[in-house]
């Protein structure tokens, strides 16, 4: 073979190869789902003793209403923007919008810490995003409500069905001794239901959706509006936006 | 063989005594349950179970932890049974609603055997099972 037809056939190869794998690129599957949320911080100050999203919430996760609020068992709460934004907010802005209530709930970080301190694998982030509890393997140890910063975790000091208002009976309760919070609904997902606050909500302050999903809801409102995220400077990466 | 002192009550105390400690045995063989066995409750109508029965019987909890896997861990909800037919992996929603007595059928036999599985306390026996 003469050098010169070498390196033709080299050439043609070489860019059959390109053409190839740029193919194969575009087939590749896109990327994962990533749940989201976001919360419209301003309809939430409109309607400020609305707790529509939190009853509902925890009446079909059978989430006992405890009195003594040092055992109380949350997955949605609210706060106020000072409390929840220790940070993030400058001095004068605490001053105007410090007291408004604020929503507030699991934010299924991309890089949860619980999950890295749980001995027994009870809690983990499957792979849409969703740090999920197998109550099954809690032993009560505690560590995630240590590593969690946002206190988005609650633990049952005692047997506190009796605390339940109206049982669902097609959810399990939780019993004394497991660590419990937000699943962002994973068992209406899975039914291609929205989760339940965000449904219930009478004023549309949440949008639920994939991330990653160009058109979803929440990716159009979080390209359309300035948002922040809590404790953004611990690189949790949270997956709950607040919309100013 | 040397002469005991007092044989005579010593070995009418000792069978009187054997007489004693066993007649739990006694009573229970000749008024009693001794070859008792729980009646379950099984509402048949024509349906049969997740599996066959013998494999139920024995390795239902087998099944369950299958189940408990799947849904919590593995996010899937839908069961498909040998015969192709589709079924949502569920305690309360799928066991009981067949098995309506729970008290006449689970906790019968669990029962019988001093077994108590601590699955009740979170999950719930739907209203009907209830009696």
């Known amino acids: 073979m003469r050098r010169r037809d070498f390196l033709k056939i080299a050439g043609l190869g070489f860019i059959s190869g390109l053409f190839l794998s740029s193919v194969s690129f575009s087939f590749k599957p896109t990327r994962r789902v990533r749940w989201g949320i976001t919360i419209d911080v301003l309809q939430c100050k409109k309607n400020r003793d609305c707790k529509v999203c939190i009853e509902a919430c925890h009446e079909i996760h059978n989430v006992p209403d405890v009195p003594d609020p040092k055992e109380k068992v949350m997955w949605i709460w609210t706060s106020t923007f000072e409390k929840a934004f220790e940070n993030e907010l400058g001095p004068l802005v605490k001053e105007t919008r410090g007291s408004d209530p604020v929503l507030l709930l699991c934010n299924h970080c991309e890089n949860p810490p619980c999950v890295k301190v749980c001995p027994t694998g009870a809690t983990w982030k499957r792979e849409d995003g969703i740090v999920m509890m197998d109550y099954h393997r809690c032993i009560g140890c505690r560590y995630c409500m240590a590593a969690c910063p946002y206190g988005s975790r609650s633990f049952n000091w005692k047997d506190n069905r009796r605390y339940i208002k109206k049982l669902n009976y097609d959810f399990p309760v939780r019993t004394k001794g497991v660590v419990e919070k937000c699943n962002l609904c994973e068992e209406r997902i899975s039914k291609n239901l929205l989760p339940r606050c965000v449904e219930a909500c009478p004023y549309g302050a949440l949008t639920f959706g994939n991330l990653n999903d160009f058109q979803s809801s929440p990716s159009r409102l979080l390209r359309e509006r300035l948002s922040i995220v809590r404790k953004p400077h611990l690189g949790t990466l949270p997956n709950v936006f607040y919309l100013l | ?131």
């Open chain 2, 1 to 131: 063989m040397k002469r005991v002192y007092d044989g005579k009550k010593i070995i009418t105390g000792l069978v009187l005594f054997l007489a004693a400690f066993t007649s739990p045995f006694w009573y229970n063989t000749v008024f009693g349950t001794f070859d008792y066995v729980p009646e379950l409750k099984v509402e048949k109508n024509g349906k049969e179970c997740v599996k066959r029965t013998s494999y139920m019987k024995t390795n239902h909890m087998v099944l369950l932890r299958f189940w408990r896997d799947e849904v919590v861990r593995s996010g899937k909800r839908i069961y498909k049974k040998e015969d192709g037919t589709e079924i949502e992996m569920s305690l309360s929603g799928t066991c009981l609603k067949c098995h309506k007595n729970k008290e006449e059928f689970c906790d019968r036999c669990h029962g019988y055997l001093g077994k108590a599985p601590r699955c009740w306390s979170c999950h719930n026996v739907p209203r009907e099972a209830k009696k």
